[in-house]
């Protein structure tokens, strides 16, 4: 029943459900479940595959595939951050101009996943207006494929006929030479002398392959790469899968750190589940006051009261604040 779609399930329980049972052992409940999958109707799919953290990433994966033809959908797993980039590379083989067009906007996937790139600009649909964009930004950016001819002509049109060293290679050696202080967690801290040595060769680093040295780097590593005065950088650094609770709590504190940063950061329903990263949001004067309005009421009295003492936000903030441990008080 739950292969045909016809248990009573919530949309992503019933995705969840039919990504499980089109792997099942029996084949008739394989091919039940993908059948049910494909015929999904719109009031099902809407907005489900697009919303953040609503579906595991194996369960984006499975419905890419199963609804390959379906340009909407496509758009929409394309949209979502949550969606692997093994699977973002696989809809870009085979993506129309349109699919393609919204995944060049996202630029930390193109610098963080060369498959991705290849598969766009080697797609019949791209356009070519579209090819010369999206490898110029990553020949920019450090990211050169020399063995496609499309990165050839961009390399001309940005640097000119001057010959330059495969990024590749140098992003291997420099990660290569830091690796036992980049890639290595470790309990004890660097001392100055190797901190600054470290600094200065990801300073080395192209965008790209800073990008890549934040996804495998170590908690050093994304130090260095938060305090990055390019954006797309910090992004990757913050969305890290090896980043830990503290880290981002650290994060939700700091006043130097990236806005964009910090969006990653409240917009994430896991992480703003903690009191702590609560507290720590509505503190820091960075937090649009809208966001922290929203996480004012979850504080408990001890917390308000520190709200209330905090001179750096906004007066709204610390009124309300004041207003509530009145009110529960009295």
Request: hydrophobic share 45%; proline share 6%.
């Amino acid at each position: 029943m739950a292969a045909r779609g016809l248990l009573p399930l919530p949309p992503t329980d019933l995705l969840c459900a039919l990504t499980l049972l089109a792997r099942d052992a029996d084949a008739t409940v394989q091919e039940a479940a993908k059948k049910t999958a494909a015929e999904l109707p719109e009031r099902v799919l809407s907005g489900v595959l697009q919303t953040e953290g609503a579906l595991p990433p194996e369960v984006l994966d499975f419905f890419a595939d199963v609804l390959s033809t379906r340009e909407i959908y496509q758009s929409q797993l394309v949209l979502n951050q949550d969606t692997p980039d093994a699977t973002i590379a696989r809809i870009a083989a085979q993506a129309s101009a349109a699919v393609l067009d919204l995944l060049a906007e996202n630029q930390l996937r193109l610098l963080r996943d060369e498959t991705i790139v290849r598969a766009l600009i080697t797609n019949v649909a791209a356009r070519p207006v579209l090819v010369d964009s999206v490898t110029d930004f990553c020949v920019r950016n450090g990211l050169i494929l020399e063995d496609l001819l499309a990165f050839v002509a961009a390399k001309r049109r940005v640097y000119g006929e001057a010959p330059l060293p495969p990024p590749s290679e140098k992003a291997e050696v420099l990660l290569k030479e830091a690796a036992a202080e980049l890639l290595v967690e470790s309990s004890a801290p660097l001392d100055e002398g190797k901190r600054l040595n470290l600094t200065q060769r990801v300073m080395r680093m192209s965008v790209s392959e800073k990008i890549k040295l934040a996804g495998r780097g170590n908690k050093e590593a994304r130090t260095l790469l938060l305090r990055d005065s390019n954006k797309l950088v910090c992004l990757a650094a913050v969305r890290s899968p090896r980043i830990t609770e503290g880290e981002v709590l650290g994060l939700a504190n700091s006043r130097v750190v990236h806005e964009e940063v910090l969006r990653t950061i409240y917009s994430d329903r896991e992480w703003v589940k903690s009191n702590q990263m609560k507290v720590n949001l509505v503190n820091n004067p960075k937090i649009p006051v809208a966001v922290s309005l929203k996480l004012l009421p979850h504080l408990g009295p001890s917390d308000l009261k520190t709200v209330m003492r905090n001179k750096n936000i906004s007066p709204a903030l610390v009124g309300l604040a004041r207003k509530m441990v009145q009110a529960k008080i009295s």
